[in-house]
């Protein structure tokens, strides 16, 4: 592939980055049309009958044109604040683009609660018309989840406290990373990074360097880590109350209930998990012998088993990814390519960016854009394939009604990690030697004790932290702690040295928008093993299912698509299980090679 630009083009969005004019003018006119739809809401004192079926319809149209634009929005400004965590035009917009977005939330509310006094004869009437038919599956669901709110004054009043006193606390997390600089010695000289360049060495080569980088970020985490507690704790302090006025009992009720699944479900995940976790500790044990270790550490978990790693041009990234891609679905292979030609991906190696990695959609322009920072490594390289299997995802949905195409984080993860997969046993398969199979095993079965053990850790550490901030204010030594347990019970004590301040490092603690950001992701990649195990079986006839599959996950439950898609049952083992004795087979064959 010939050479790409590794800078993503904002400006078929908007001209002129964070300070656009033209960005300023659609902000500007956005905000009149979410107070002359407030105040439509607002003048309708009678409750819907099916004789009032255009102005219904005109109705829902609105609310849906009007998110749709406030989602190109935040989309822009997600880019620009990511680009350039230093962007104080991009902090002041994003700013503008919560305070709209309370306005609109409260709107909504008034919308849920129109919604609401329908008849049930009536509701059924009106979702009856033909022009509704492809949104009932999302107009039912708000109209449910508005009868499990306080009143439409209630909701406005939490709406607008929360750009202040919620998401503020976001803000501020993401203010003081772009404040840190991580000092350590990289090739003979002292270097300052970005947390961003810091996470990257975190699987370099040299344990020495791996070593070094780990010990700066905790220190760096440590030395801040009073006022991290402070923007956790608020923030958590501020959903525990909502939810007690709301009569929510449960933490779980509102992750659950975004991502459209029962307790049920994640129940029977975890159990599952649980059961093949010992077979995972054999393979972190034999990685610790390859690498001459009685125990891994945290930061040798995704080390690779060779210090002669090679790293890979951005452009064989490209190449590999597109090409394999192709042998499941030609269809995903062009728009991979198409992303890449057309500078949709932010991947330069440079300081002051966002860590981490995204992909966000604007529904206005029918285009998305991916974040990452790329350095040559194989996890680089799968990180690309995990942020266009996303962009893909949203392109089969793209012609559908705004409405229906609001799917879950959960599911969100099931073209991401399919994709992964892809690319992940494409690489298996073209190694020819013994050590470049063990490798890429090695690389396949880190990413399991990532989404099975990681991710785990989070899981517990969250359920624990939001139990005793009910009782008040967690301390950092406490916070510290809660986080090493959960760890330890995550990876049954198999690790030498864990990372008491991951619960500030890692920012899906404090994103205000999705709460519990942890366990979808392990279920979006056993559901999409799962799915995968399916592909195999049934070959290149599966990828229309798999697109229609897609195209479904914004207008069904999970349980629903599984169903529909899939004929299993979410809420037994035996889906589960299969995922995951794929995924064992990996570990036999790596303990087989490595004797």
């Not at 604007?362 to 996303?390: C, D, K, V, W, Y």
């Amino acid at each position: 592939m010939e050479k790409l630009n590794q800078q993503w083009d904002l400006e078929t969005i908007f001209n002129g980055g964070s300070t656009s004019p033209d960005f300023q003018s659609f902000l500007n006119t956005l905000s009149d049309e979410i107070d002359a739809f407030t105040q439509t809401l607002t003048s309708r004192h009678t409750s819907f009958t099916v004789d009032d079926g255009a102005t219904f319809i005109d109705l829902v149209r609105t609310d849906e044109l009007l998110r749709k634009k406030l989602n190109e929005a935040g989309a822009y400004v997600e880019c620009l604040t990511a680009q350039n965590i230093k962007d104080q035009n991009a902090a002041l917009a994003n700013n503008r683009i919560q305070s709209l977005d309370a306005a609109l939330n409260a709107a909504d509310s008034l919308f849920e609660n129109i919604l609401r006094q329908i008849s049930d004869a009536n509701w059924a009437g009106l979702l009856g018309m033909d022009a509704l038919k492809e949104v009932q599956f999302a107009l039912r669901e708000k109209r449910e989840r508005s009868r499990k709110k306080l009143s439409a004054e209630q909701e406005q009043l939490i709406s607008g406290l929360a750009v202040d006193g919620y998401h503020g606390w976001e803000d501020l997390y993401y203010s003081l990373i772009g404040k840190m600089e991580i000092t350590l010695e990289k090739d003979g000289k002292e270097e300052t990074l970005s947390v961003s360049q810091a996470n990257n060495l975190l699987d370099d080569g040299e344990r020495t360097m791996r070593k070094r980088a780990f010990e700066a970020l905790e220190s760096a985490w440590s030395d801040h880590a009073d006022l991290f507690a402070a923007a956790l704790n608020h923030i958590a302090g501020y959903r525990i109350t909502a939810y007690k006025a709301r009569g929510w009992d449960n933490i779980l009720d509102e992750p659950l209930d975004y991502n459209r699944m029962s307790e049920q479900t994640l129940s029977t995940m975890w159990s599952v998990i649980d059961h093949a976790k010992p077979k995972l500790v054999q393979f972190m044990k034999r990685k610790a012998e390859l690498l001459h270790l009685k125990k891994l550490s945290w930061f040798d978990v995704d080390a690779p088993l060779s210090n002669n790693s090679s790293k890979g041009s951005y452009e064989d990234a490209a190449t590999f990814i597109t090409k394999h891609f192709g042998s499941f679905n030609p269809n995903m292979a062009s728009f991979a390519k198409n992303a890449l030609e057309n500078r949709w991906i932010e991947a330069e190696n440079r300081a002051n960016k966002r860590p981490g990695g995204f992909c966000t959609n604007f529904p206005i322009s029918g285009q998305s854009r991916i974040f990452m920072t790329f350095s040559g490594t194989t996890g680089n390289r799968s990180t690309l394939a995990h942020e266009l299997g996303h962009a893909y995802h949203q392109s089969l949905m793209n012609d559908l009604p705004y409405l229906s195409q609001n799917y879950a984080m959960n599911v969100a993860e099931t073209a991401s990690t399919f994709s992964e997969m892809i690319v992940s046993d494409a690489a298996q398969a073209a190694a020819k030697t013994k050590e470049e199979r063990i490798t890429f095993l090695a690389d396949k079965l880190e990413r399991c004790v990532a989404l099975l053990m990681n991710i785990h850790a989070r899981f517990l550490f969250e359920t624990r932290f939001y139990a005793e901030r009910k009782n008040g204010v967690v301390s950092v030594d406490r916070l510290n702690q809660l986080m090493t347990d959960a760890q330890k019970e995550a990876y049954l004590d198999s690790l030498d040295v864990y990372h008491p301040t991951f619960w500030a490092s890692k920012l899906h603690f404090y994103i205000t928008n999705w709460p519990f950001y942890n366990f979808p992701y392990t279920f979006g990649f056993l559901f999409s093993t799962g799915i995968y195990v399916r592909a195999r079986q049934e070959g290149p006839a599966f990828a229309a299912n798999y697109d229609a599959l897609l195209r479904d996950t914004g207008r069904m439950t999970t349980e629903q698509l599984a169903e529909k898609h899939l004929a299993v049952d979410l809420t037994k083992p035996a889906f589960w299980q299969s995922a995951l004795d794929y995924l064992m087979r990996d570990v036999d064959e790596f303990l087989a090679l490595t004797k």
